[in-house]
């Protein structure tokens, strides 16, 4: 059985609710990475953060990227799935809510990512076509 922990990109990395929206595009340039899982005070998940939702939801509102913290732009509830998840587990959970990445928790805390480009390595052609017409058919531009 392929697993979650099997296909993720290890070495996630949280961006703190309380640091600002120019730290957190900083850290995705660092990381190179186009989004970041954000992390309450006791270092668990209440968020994700995108590079477009710091250019949509912040700088194109006329806001201050310096002023602007993670937890601001924490929308929703965060979607995850544990390491030990089968990938039929991954797929389900990333159609159903129409999302392109997803932290992966072991212990409550966060191991890693998945995104289209693990998708992408670790799957067959079917699993990646079923995932992305579902995916991609649904929901517009993001």
């Not at 209440?46 to 509102?61: K, N, S």
């Amino acid at each position: 059985m392929t697993t979650a922990g099997d296909i993720m990109h290890s070495g996630a990395q949280w961006i703190p609710a309380h640091e600002t929206l120019d730290r957190a595009a900083q850290l995705m340039r660092e990381l190179n990475v186009g989004s970041l899982p954000i992390s309450d005070e006791n270092d668990r998940l209440c968020g994700i953060l995108t590079d477009r939702d710091i250019v949509i939801g912040c700088v194109a509102m006329g806001h201050d990227p310096a002023k602007v913290t993670a937890a601001e732009m924490a929308n929703g509830t965060p979607r995850w799935i544990a390491s030990d998840a089968d990938v039929d587990d991954v797929l389900r959970e990333m159609k159903d809510h129409q999302i392109r990445r997803l932290p992966v928790i072991e212990n409550k805390r966060l191991v890693g990512m998945i995104s289209e480009s693990d998708l992408a390595q670790h799957l067959t052609e079917d699993q990646i076509a079923g995932w992305a017409e579902s995916v991609y058919a649904m929901s517009g531009p993001r």
